[in-house]
């Protein structure tokens, strides 16, 4: 009888295992498309709501909330603390996601912050892609209204002690794979082509003001295409 048992059981495993398998697989999701979670960093005088446009573009595009942090902190700050602060931030983004690597997507003077992570703290083992959206990169002389006023303005403007030593030597560290979107009429920018990083991949995106680089479809579309 026992042998019996074992054979009817044997005989229902052989018909059920695949159909069970087969259930479990159709339930599974037919591709879990996984990208490097962004993390943005906005510049002088504003906050994280100025990547709401990009963030819901990169959604319609495929990624999740998860994979974009749109990061505040008080930009009249140091450039250097807030390097610190962001060097915290993209640990806790690796963290929570289980990711090796972030992607950093940056506005105007973020560049600077997130640049001396990059080069001071260790951060390129930590982003595979960097963005530069009209970013301050070898700094600006319209700082000036701002730079007896804010620590992080005055590392701004043209010229600085900050600058001069965060673009010494090599200004695209690691293995890194850098960008840079400038415009050609950039206000804010003197001159617009302070933008340009040495050892980047430099694109000139046309007359984009300078509060538009960061919300703007077209650049918002090669950005897109340089970190996927």
Same mark, same amino acid.
């Given at each position: 009888m026992q042998r019996a048992k074992r054979r009817i059981a044997a005989a229902v495993s052989a018909v059920t295992a695949p159909l069970l398998l087969s259930l479990s697989l159709s339930a599974a999701p037919a591709h879990a498309a996984t990208h490097d979670p962004i993390v943005f960093v906005h510049g002088l005088s504003s906050s994280s709501s100025s990547w709401d446009d990009w963030a819901a573009y990169f959604?319609?595009?495929?990624?999740? $909330? $998860?994979?974009?942090?749109?990061?505040?902190y008080s930009w009249s700050q140091s450039n250097v603390t807030t390097a610190q602060q962001l060097a915290t931030e993209i640990k806790n983004v690796l963290a929570r996601t289980g990711a090796s690597k972030v992607d950093l997507v940056v506005h105007s003077m973020g560049a600077l912050s997130s640049r001396y992570y990059l080069k001071n703290l260790g951060g390129t083992a930590y982003v595979d892609d960097f963005v530069s959206t009209a970013g301050t990169n070898h700094g600006t002389t319209t700082a000036s209204w701002c730079s007896w006023l804010y620590t992080s303005c005055a590392q701004m403007y043209t010229g600085s002690s900050f600058l001069t030593s965060l673009n010494s030597g090599d200004e695209t560290p690691g293995s890194v794979s850098y960008a840079s979107y400038w415009s050609n009429c950039d206000d804010a920018l003197t001159p617009d082509t302070t933008a340009i990083l040495n050892g980047a991949t430099n694109v000139e995106v046309g007359c984009v003001s300078h509060t538009d680089m960061n919300n703007d479809h077209g650049v918002y579309e090669q950005v897109r295409d340089f970190v996927e």
């Open positions: 959604k319609t595009d495929g990624y999740t $909330a $998860a994979e974009l942090d749109a990061w505040s």
